[in-house]
């Protein structure tokens, strides 16, 4: 078995394109990336639609990617096995959900209904808010919905649109409050924007609006896109009370967590809780995190992923590190361990703060210069075996639209991967260094003629930096399950059947 250390870096958002017109890797100035790729055996890897287990044709997230590389396997996803419960009927049939129910109507009978309403389908689908607030309403349940405003997984002004899409297909859905994402989906600890959020549903803070699209086209004439909407409350608006139910229809975890925190956790210490009710019931149509499953019922509990890396590499009995700023660090844990967030035997996790900024296009560096810091620590610590880094910055700061930002971006990563590169070599240990999706490529959306913020369906670079220079190494394109398993093969470690993914070497 090897000794010397073995790692993965993950170079978040970084997707190829031919064309360098707002291109930001492309434009920007990236001698060590661009060095590594002439250098060592490089290939690509499809990180989106059914090769990371999506609906064809669908982006790719990085809540997907992660689950995909660290399991070793294509993985179905939450969003077709949650479309497809509505279609085949089975969602109505959902024991979490009619005991939700049961316990609602015990209550006063109505329901909060929160989520992002969005086609954009990374955190969440209008169409699973319509079906979930129809399954409810049917059930002679009051249903009102706090909708959260996208401008990031999809073009920044598109609200409109969408918005009367959704009043289209579900024309008796009452929509209470709205506000964009940037307060209601914090991750990274900024209570006063979760806390904003928290006081527009429990206390109807927000501008009273008598017209939704009136105002949005008011916000958007002034320069506010849908992701920066500041709280709305229309004349559905009810106070959240005692005996009140509350649900979520998102389906990914890391950016629902701190507001239901917030909601429902007695022990939430991040700002003044004392206006929420006590709830009768709480669903999720996933799991957030361990601490809310004791709060909330579950509508599509997780599927079981036996024998992920970590796992693999914890009954080696290696020490494998995982490394990333705020962030990104429920991707290189949580996410990578097929959404179990306790540690393996021998995982060891460094979480560096990210900057607070209002937006990663002020400080386009970000924290990489930490992140780099430590990481080439652990690369040079002997007694770290394996390591797993995320960096941020191409992926963050290209969800800003800001070309010349996204380019500086990829210019602090590169420095760092220079350092790492250096460090791997000096060790004369190998690493993978790779994307979990594309985004800062593509920078610019000619169908709008304007800012391009969200992911792409774009294939992601992949090099092998290391050991194998010099042995005639090479590698074959695949995709992202195929990561697991090639690491193991650099470790000398045996694949285990329920990895179906294959090693590139």
């Known amino acids: 078995m090897s000794q010397a250390p073995v790692g993965l870096i993950i170079l978040d958002g970084w997707g190829v394109r031919s064309e360098a017109a707002f291109n930001a890797p492309a434009l920007a100035r990236t001698p060590h990336f661009d060095a590594m790729m002439e250098r060592f055996p490089t290939a690509r890897l499809a990180a989106s639609g059914v090769d990371v287990g999506l609906p064809e044709g669908q982006i790719g997230n990085s809540e997907v990617g992660h689950l995909n590389i660290g399991s070793g396997r294509v993985v179905m996803q939450t969003l077709p096995r949650i479309t497809a419960a509505f279609a085949n009927g089975k969602a109505a049939e959902n024991r979490a959900i009619l005991d939700f129910v049961a ?7 109505r329901v909060h209904l929160l989520g992002l309403l969005s086609p954009g389908g990374i955190h969440a689908h209008q169409d699973h808010l319509g079906q979930l607030a129809s399954l409810l ?6 249903v009102r919905v706090h ?12 609200l409109p649109d969408d918005l009367q899409a959704f009043r289209r297909a579900y024309p008796g859905v009452k929509i209470a409050s709205l506000q964009g994402r940037y307060w209601a989906m914090d991750r990274d600890q900024r209570w006063e924007r979760t806390g904003r959020a928290f006081a527009a549903l429990c206390r109807g803070e927000g501008e009273a609006v008598a017209d939704l699209n009136t105002a949005i086209a008011a916000a958007h004439a002034g320069g506010t896109s849908d992701e920066f909407l500041e709280p709305m409350i229309t004349d559905d608006f009810g106070a959240m009370e005692d ?21 429902l956790l007695p022990d939430f210490d991040g700002f003044d809780v004392s206006a929420r009710p006590r709830f009768a019931s709480a669903l999720g149509m996933t799991a957030y995190s361990d601490a809310l499953a004791a709060h909330m019922r579950v509508a599509f509990a997780p599927q079981p992923l036996p024998d992920t890396l970590g796992q693999v590499l914890a009954a080696a ?18 996410f990578f361990n097929g959404g179990i967030e306790a540690p393996n035997p021998g995982e060891h996790r460094i979480i560096v703060p990210s900057p607070k900024v209002a937006t990663y296009d002020l400080q386009p560096e970000m924290s990489a210069p930490k992140v780099g810091d430590r990481l080439v620590e652990t690369i040079l610590d002997p007694s770290n075996q394996v390591f797993i880094c995320n960096f941020a910055n191409p992926d963050m700061v290209g969800h800003t639209g800001d070309l010349d930002a996204a380019i500086a971006a990829c210019e602090a ?5 220079g350092r790492a590169i250096d460090a791997v070599m000096q060790r004369g240990g190998s690493m993978l260094v790779t994307a979990d999706h594309g985004n800062c490529e593509t920078m610019w959306d000619m169908t709008t003629d304007g800012p391009h913020t969200a992911h792409t369906t774009n294939l992601v670079p992949l090099a092998l930096v290391g050991g194998s220079e010099g042995q005639g190494q090479t590698l074959r394109d695949g995709r992202l399950a195929d990561l697991a398993p090639t690491l193991l093969d650099l470790l000398g470690l045996s694949k285990p059947a329920t990895m179906t993914g294959e090693s590139l070497l």
């Open 317 to 334: 009995g290696l020490q494998q590190t995982r490394l990333a700023e705020t962030e990104k660090y429920p991707h290189v844990t949580f």
């Open 137 to 142: 309403s049917g059930h002679g349940l009051d």
């Open 103 to 109: 316990e609602a109507k015990a209550g006063t009978g």
């Open 147 to 158: 909708a959260f405003a996208d401008g990031r997984d999809v073009p920044p002004t598109t």
């Open 413 to 417: 990563v590169d420095q760092q991967l």
């Open 243 to 263: 005996g009140d139910a509350l649900a979520c229809f998102n389906f990914r975890a890391d950016r629902v967590r701190q507001i239901h925190n917030a909601l």
